[in-house]
């Protein structure tokens, strides 16, 4: 009997004898794999949609007077020495007017006594579409204000600000209910064992006297506490899913839908989620037989 | 192979269970302690099996110190050392089969080895019809030769036996001598405490007497014991028995309890 066989064959044994409880545990694991990657999904699928709603974000710098080609190329360089931009574009006064008016269409004749240099010049702006850039864009306008013949920075402040401030409190929750997660799962992965090997005292105290190494002794709960968090985040990601296709399903069609397109986590997510489970419940195992045995 | 040197154990608050015990027990033998109950039989296997620790002196089992010895090397030790406990100490819950099993997976043996080895032993003890019995279904005699076969089953070295014989009547008392007889053969050291006169009454027996956690006697093999069997009854002390000698001076063990008596 070699020693792995040994550690299988234990561990069998223990969650054959302890089933009850190690139900309770798995679905404690799943219902925080649950909250947790719930959470995580809302917060990625929330920064996707910013990303998509931050299509149309620019600054527009409003400047005193025409810039030429030279005074161009030095606000390019200053710009871009701030932040990574997509495109920078120098509208003229007569480029903004001409604008003014397509956009007046049928009252564009409201313009025929208005000189054609009556709106400033200006640079449109255009960041890299992140969620970096959302929370970066109030320096980038207050940077931009600074530069030489800049009369005023304008952008979607209101809508910028009011999204910001709606994914730091996701940024937040997802913060929280991960602690949740790992202080859950790491406390009733340790409680749970430790009243296991309450329970077997007399069982522990004959393997020692019988020579059992504290490996031995040890890795069946180890092995235990890592299967109880493969399975436990197994059925949390499982459930999660069924929700999900759920939630499509029951809202498919719906304006909000419409706009955005939702997804669920790629592979890479799924098994993070679940190697950290397995890691976390494996670890609340080994810390509490670690001070039991060394009792 | 086991080797006692001025051991003492003290239990606290004072009490004295062994005081300045020196014994050596060679390889391949058989030694009985006997003594009254509290004599300090129990504490000495539990010091040679690494349980307790002596307050002083040296205890060594195969030229190991057992005080200077890492917890891993205990561990390893006792796989090599089969105990008999006094209280059996089964797991109730698991069968006969599993406990005895337990002595020989933590030493990482074959199933193959376990299983035939598990049938071989209660065949010899005769209870081989209780294989898949749950230990707590079992009668004390019962329990008492599962103890046994969970003791020898990992061919140890060394077997401590704590009153092996206490449950059992004369017929499975054979029995069990018998096995410990075959293993001493085998080349297994063997030391069993025991209050029953019947398993050591035997010339070639070396049996060593504890009184108040200190070896009050020694009758050695080479003492052929030539007198004609006593008559045992109520009343009939051990040390008429055995005709056992104070090992310093020689003095017949009775007249020396006799003078302490009066």
Redesign the interface.
């Known amino acids: 009997?070699?020693?792995l066989f040994?550690v299988f064959s234990q561990a069998g044994r223990n969650l054959l004898q302890t089933w009850r409880t190690q139900i309770l545990s798995l679905m404690t694991i799943t219902l925080s794999v649950l909250i947790f990657s719930f959470f995580y999904l809302v917060y990625t699928n929330a920064l996707q949609a910013g990303e998509q709603l931050g299509d149309d974000l620019r600054l527009i710098v409003y400047l005193d007077e025409e810039a030429a080609p030279a005074l161009q190329e030095q606000y390019r360089e200053k710009i871009l020495k701030f932040d990574r931009v997509e495109k920078i574009n120098f509208i003229s006064s007569l480029q903004a007017f001409n604008r003014f008016k397509e956009q007046l269409d049928e009252d564009q004749d409201v313009l025929s006594d208005i000189p054609q240099n009556f709106l400033p010049p200006s640079i449109e702006v255009y960041p890299v579409r992140s969620l970096d850039t959302l929370s970066r864009i109030k320096r980038f306008s207050d940077y931009l204000q600074t530069l030489p013949g800049v009369i005023k920075v304008q952008y979607g402040r209101e809508w910028v600000e009011r999204f910001y401030t709606f994914i730091e409190l996701l940024r937040i929750v997802v913060i929280l209910s991960g602690s949740l997660l790992i202080l859950t799962t790491t406390f009733m992965m340790a409680h749970s064992i430790r009243l296991t090997l309450l329970t077997r005292q007399?069982?522990l105290?004959?393997?020692?006297?019988?020579?059992?190494?504290?490996s031995?002794i040890r890795m069946p709960f180890f092995l235990e506490g890592a299967l109880l968090g493969l399975f436990g985040s197994i059925a949390g990601m499982t459930a999660l899913y069924m929700l999900f296709n759920w939630i499509e399903l029951r809202f498919a069609g719906s304006a909000m839908l419409g706009m955005f397109s939702f997804n669920f986590f790629p592979l890479p997510v799924i098994a993070m989620i679940i190697a950290m489970a397995i890691v976390l419940c494996a670890c609340g195992s080994f810390s509490s037989t670690r001070k039991i045995l060394s009792r | 192979m086991v080797d006692l040197t001025k051991v003492t154990r003290t239990f606290p608050p004072d009490v004295q269970a062994l005081v300045d015990v020196s014994l050596q027990v060679n390889r391949g033998e058989i030694l009985f302690l006997t003594g009254m109950s509290g004599a300090g039989k129990t504490t000495l296997l539990r010091l040679i099996?690494g349980?307790e620790k002596p307050t002083k002196g040296y205890v060594e089992v195969s030229g190991m110190d057992l005080s200077k010895i890492s917890?891993?090397k205990i561990?390893?030790?006792?796989?090599?050392?089969g105990?008999a406990?006094q209280d059996f100490?089964l797991?109730p819950e698991r069968t006969v089969a599993q406990n005895i099993a337990?002595?020989?997976?933590?030493?990482?043996?074959?199933?193959l080895f376990?299983r035939k080895q598990t049938r071989d032993l209660l065949a010899q003890l005769h209870i081989d019809d209780k294989y898949n019995t749950r230990a707590d279904k079992l009668s004390r005699g019962e329990q008492q030769r599962v103890a046994i076969a969970?003791a020898v089953a990992?061919k140890p070295d060394l077997i401590l036996a704590d009153e092996p014989t206490g449950n059992l009547d004369a017929e499975n008392t054979e029995l069990v001598m018998n096995l410990f007889h075959r293993c001493n053969e085998g080349g297994t050291t063997i030391l069993i405490a025991t209050h029953d006169s019947s398993i050591y009454n035997r010339p070639d027996s070396r049996v060593v007497t504890l009184d108040s956690g200190q070896i009050v006697a020694t009758k050695l093999d080479t003492d052929k014991d030539t007198s004609e069997p006593m008559p045992y009854g109520p009343g009939t002390l051990l040390t008429d028995c055995l005709n056992l000698v104070d090992k310093n001076t020689s003095e017949p063990i009775q007249n020396k309890l006799d003078r302490k008596e009066s």
Do not use: P, T, W
Request: proline letters at 0%; aromatic letters at 8%.
């Open positions: 009997m070699n020693f040994a007399k069982e105290e004959i393997l020692h006297l019988v020579g059992a190494s504290n031995y | 099996s349980i917890r891993a561990q390893k030790l006792r796989r090599r050392i105990v406990y100490k797991l337990v002595s020989m997976e933590v030493a990482y043996r074959s199933r376990i969970r990992n």
